[in-house]
């Protein structure tokens, strides 16, 4: 049998980095993988997700099944924060299902989607996140995608809105809800109201990807477009991912939630999510779900949270900014500024595959070959060598004769 399996392609995001693992160069720099990084380059536990670990482990809970939605107290909280607890809100019309992390989410979702009707064309961005396609198409869905970015690496909303046109009924349009990775550019306000519309009047469904909320402009801010969709379209699909805001990585703690036109329309989807977990995964796991949970349902702890939430968010944007003024600072105006107008914590280098490829082997500095880095893995101390890095490679396809020379500076150890 296993004679007969063929190469299979590798993840492009884990093979970059175990390249950086086998590189000896003391000032490799990893921009790779998406998680938040403080000045130490170290990937802390939040206080407020420590101290409710400690109330966890005081309480000794048993360790009983929990049942195929998952953490029931962890799925309201989860319809609360995303959706608002408001009397007669678009939360009373949805029901939630934990999730292994938001991959897990993304493909419970698809797998509904093709139960309910084999076939069905989901609509993604170019770019999109690396796991989007893959994990659409093993559900047994069609993919199409629509454009994202303008020819100065701005968001396209022309190009978007002239490809969504072509979206039937009942087809999927897969939306990042805010932060959108790989590039960091969203849609403004307006554009979301376009889209809002477009929804209603083909009856297509939006399927947002929620993964990085309080990480752009603020908890409330990132998800207000996910709200307004919610207020506005009979039905919609929401994953959403604890991994970054909570810092609950490996604990892979995520939701699953459904929105129908009136309670009524449910009274199948959750047995249906079920049945599809039940067949992937059987149950999520409980530790990240129960502490999140127990973060959001006391106020101490979950004002604790958002202020280290928000902490990290400005850390973020002050890489963002201190990149950009560096790389204007050395004469790049044009791609500092389509830098500054990124959010979240990954940004897209105004660079092809072959510089990102010459940033890797001159300078030691990894990100994918697409041009996307983790802004948030950027210990502070090494923003001037990222700038003068990208710059002399920028310089190198320009032929300008003053390129700068770039002297490694030591990774940090602290």
Known sequence: MLE????????????????????????????????????TGGTPVMTAVREAEIRLAQRSASKEYRGLSGNTAFNRAMLSMVLGSAPG???????????????????????????????????????AYVNHRPILEAAGLNVRTYGWLDAEGGFDTEGMLEDLA????????????????????DPSARVWEALAEMAVRAGWVPFVD????????????????????AERVPEMLIAVSCSKNFGLYSDRTGCAVVLGASRGALRHVETALQNAARTLYSMPPEHGAAVVAAVLEDDGLRAAWRGELEAMRGRIEANRSGLAGELSALGWDRQARV??????????LPLSPRQMLRLRSGFAIYGTTAGRINIAGLPAERIACLAQGISA?????AGRPDSPVVQPVPAHRG
């Open 393 to 397: 490679v920028l310089a190198e396809d």
């Open 210 to 229: 929620l993964a990085y909320h309080g990480l752009g402009d603020g908890l409330e801010a990132d998800l207000a477009a996910t709200r307004m969709l």
């Open 339 to 348: 830098l500054a107008r990124q959010k979240g914590m990954f940004s897209m």
């Open 89 to 127: 809100g678009a939360a009373e019309r949805a029901v939630a299902v934990q999730t292994v992390a938001g991959s897990g989410a993304l493909r419970l979702l698809a797998d509904l989607v093709c139960r309910t009707r084999p076939g069905t064309t989901v609509w993604i961005s170019d770019p």
């Open 166 to 185: 072509q979206a039937r009924r009942d087809d999927v349009v897969l939306l990042q809800g805010c932060c959108h990775n790989p590039t960091g550019v």
């Open 4 to 39: 007969l399996l063929l190469p299979p392609p590798v993840d492009p995001l884990w093979d970059l980095t175990e390249a950086y693992g086998a590189d000896a160069r003391p000032e490799r720099l990893n921009l790779v993988l998406g998680v938040y990084r403080d000045h």
